[in-house]
């Protein structure tokens, strides 16, 4: 058997784990072993709008990854990619849930030009068919939202994509979708993040939307998070483009369960001789508490470590209080602060240099002759002028 390497990864006499430019591409790393891809006649295969499906190659064809087919629909049938083979196609129908011995449709052969050319027509028409089909369901008015129209390889069906907040009653709908299009109708309902996803755009951090860049699987994302992580309950600032909350909210939620477990609990106030102070915020990369004198405002605020707090209720326990919740005044000791291990400021090209002004040579003055004496006015002497 022949091993060659293919733009940077292992591959098998073909396209069995070639990279591929698709948010939804699944990594096949079991490509460099033998007879891996001969190991099952079930193949993944991808169509629009992040669709797939897992269908049976009875007529034994050689396929490899991103050979267009023609499969089995209902009815006719459909053109779509193949996206895997071999022996992680079991896996990833293991983990969607799909048993081997249920009724899974089959792939016919490789799409014919006929084929492609039909398929190519029935794209033209998607986005013509989606914003009549949105007059229609406005004819009748529904409150939804259709937000994609996708037809089928051979035309003779058309999947409509929806957005809606309640149940939506569209059996008129569909005899209307029927009568004006000719075509058999399937209505399906997605989410605000997929309808975001589809039409893709750019974050407040400046890059890609996640859910249209990579993202496949959406999960619940709840205010808890943001809780966790110290962030504002901002509604505008927590809120993506899809009007719900940020995926990226959840990107870092495992790392500040993980740090928070060296802190003290927050319900517990630290008792000293001067008053009892309350938890008030917690800096997890600088292992630092700030405790405030009273619960609902912010009053005389004081940083500790979790050491030290944690020094701080073993002797409430014991029924002993400290002086004051800075370990200055018990040991002499200050809490150490954070360091810049680069030894620069990161932020040292923010900051503008002002530009020093040119001074100008000063001219020294010669001095005048007796500048320094006062002008004495000579008085007219009336007796002068008498006879």
Known sequence: MEYRLYHGQCCINGKGCCKQRNKLNTYDWLCDIPKAQQ???????????????Y?????????????VVAVEATPGHDIGTITLTGKLVLLQMKKHRIRPDAEIKRVYRKAKPNDLEKCEEAKAKEHETMIRSRKIAEELGLQMKIGDVEYQGDGNK???????????????????????????IEMKQIGARQEAGRIGGIGPCGRELCCSGWMGNFVSVSTGAA?????????????????????????????YMEAQR??????????????????????????????STDKHIVANLVTITSARAYEIINMNKKGSKPLSLTAKE??????????????????????????????KPQVQSQPQPFAHQPKVLKKKNNNENRP
């Open 39 to 53: 190991s099952t006649d079930y193949v993944e295969v991808q169509f629009k709008n992040t669709r797939k499906a």
């Open 158 to 184: 058309a999947i409509f994509y929806y957005i809606a907040d309640d149940r939506v009653d569209f059996r008129q709908l569909i005899k209307n979708l029927a009568d004006a299009f000719h075509v058999r």
């Open 55 to 67: 269908y049976l190659n009875s007529n034994q064809l050689e396929l490899e990854k991103g050979d």
């Open 262 to 291: 060296k802190f003290p609990s927050r319900e517990i106030p630290l008792e000293t001789q001067d008053a009892t102070y309350y938890h008030f915020k917690t800096d997890v990369f600088k292992d630092q508490m700030q405790y």
């Open 330 to 359: 018990e040991t002499g000791k200050t809490p150490k602060e954070y360091q810049d291990i680069l030894g620069e400021s990161v932020t040292r090209f923010d900051s503008t240099k002002k530009k020093k002004k040119k001074q």
């Open 227 to 255: 809780r966790l992580q110290d962030i504002s309950l901002n509604p505008q600032k927590l809120a993506g483009q899809c009007a719900k909350l940020k995926c990226c909210l959840n990107y870092e939620v495992d790392a």
